[in-house]
């Protein structure tokens, strides 16, 4: 077997090269018509079209999403391996997160490994997942069941290090509008109850909290409604409120101490208050050792080498978190730029479209195409990947 493991994945750079071009084009078209939240039509049917004339069969409008898709070659269900791409943009920014670059790799990635390994070793799949940047296009395909049948899901993201990983952490919106009585505030003050002073209040309230929470936590909150006039005593103020945290128990613990305290500032402010999550939970992401270390060997042999990550760096949040809670799962970083910049910039949107840019793509294309032709050959990688992630009955009972 292990002959047979190192033939095929001798095999994976001369696919990937064969392709090069091509992806290329993609991820610069890609680049050039940036698409945002549940709006990539564009994107979804160059990158489905694509996977469609290589042979693969598709699903399209996946979990209920018009932008998503699922293509999939191989006549044996199990077992599998699912590549994720990624493909909206950043509003006014473009791609500046380099989704362009997930999609054209793990597209790559999928037409490689699926050439070097035929029908019959296992099934390989190529899973469209919009939005995100926000509204979290992967937390819907989770909770459809795209990835009950699937062994690992594979991708990487373009970044300022090369790192296996890097924690992100879980994230959601809260909405919290408190409820007073309209009065003049010089005609009737006293029969006012002001609103807006609430909201204010537990704004102040949650910054005197944010010094004591655990590293990873945070609260940002903006001010959505905050009255209709100044001569009005404002019955009615709203806000949006961030809470991140390291782990996804921990954010459900922030979010109970934003509700407690939002409620002690009603209470002591003479308003009601109402409070619900805003968008999808994204939870925390749970990376795979055993399958990143083998990327992180992949990228190597591809000139590129991988460096520690910085302790206690958190590198935002990402719907990935909520795949890598039902099945192995590797997000590693590739490096397009010099490490004193970051993402989400207009420069890192530049560095996107750059010779550096292609040649990690590439690069990334073939390691992610070489971890997964192991997976599928080797029953032992993926024992061990699960193992390391736990029973699926444990992972189901989270």
């Not at 749970?286 to 910085?310: E, K, N, Q, V, Y």
């Not at 730029?337 to 989400?344: A, I, K, N, V, W």
Request: with cysteine; proline share 5%; charged share 20%.
């Amino acid at each position: 077997m292990a002959d047979a493991v190192d033939e095929a994945l001798g095999r994976v750079a001369g696919e990937v090269a064969l392709r090069a071009e091509r992806l290329w084009e993609i991820a610069l078209a890609l680049h050039a018509d940036p698409e945002y939240a549940f709006e990539e039509h564009r994107a979804a049917r160059l990158l489905s079209g694509e996977l469609e004339r290589e042979g693969f069969t598709l699903e399209r409008d996946l979990a209920g999403l018009p932008t998503a898709f699922a293509a999939r070659a191989g006549t044996v269900r199990r077992p599998a391996v699912a590549f994720l791409l990624e493909y909206d943009a950043l509003p006014g920014l473009g791609h500046a997160c380099g989704h362009n670059l997930i999609a054209a790799a793990g597209l790559g990635a999928a037409l490689a490994a699926r050439a070097v390994l035929g029908d019959g070793a296992g099934a390989v799949w190529a899973v469209g997942t919009p939005a995100e940047e926000g509204g979290g296009g992967k937390v819907a395909e989770t909770e459809a069941g795209v990835f009950d049948d699937v062994d690992a899901a594979l991708m990487f993201h373009p970044g300022v290090h090369s790192w296996q990983w890097a924690p992100l952490t879980a994230q959601t919106q809260y909405r919290i509008g408190f409820h007073g009585r309209a009065a003049h505030p010089t005609g009737n003050p006293t029969e006012g109850i002001d609103a807006l002073a609430a909201l204010i209040q537990l704004f102040n309230s949650l910054a005197a909290i944010g010094r004591r929470l655990p590293e990873g936590s945070h609260v940002q909150g903006i001010v959505t409604d905050g009255g209709l006039a100044t001569n009005i005593v404002p019955e009615y103020a709203e806000g949006l409120f961030g809470l991140r945290a390291a782990t996804t128990t921990a954010l459900e613990d922030l979010a109970g101490e934003v509700l407690t305290c939002a409620q002690g500032v009603a209470r002591a402010m003479g308003t009601t208050v109402t409070f619900g999550r805003a968008t999808p939970r994204y939870e925390h992401f749970r990376d795979s050792g055993a399958l990143s270390a083998r990327f992180a060997h992949h990228l190597a042999r591809t000139g590129i080498g991988i460096t520690p990550r910085a302790p206690g760096v958190y590198l935002g949040s990402s719907d990935i978190g909520n795949v890598s809670g039902r099945v192995p799962a590797i997000h590693p970083f590739v490096a397009i730029t010099e490490p004193d910049g970051s993402d989400h910039t207009p420069e890192f949107a530049t560095a996107a479209a750059s010779d550096r840019a292609r040649r990690a793509m590439l690069a990334a294309t073939e390691a992610l195409a070489c971890t997964a032709v192991e997976l599928l050959l080797s029953a032992e990688l993926r024992e061990q990947a699960w193992r390391e992630h736990g029973s699926r009955a444990a992972v189901a009972a989270r």
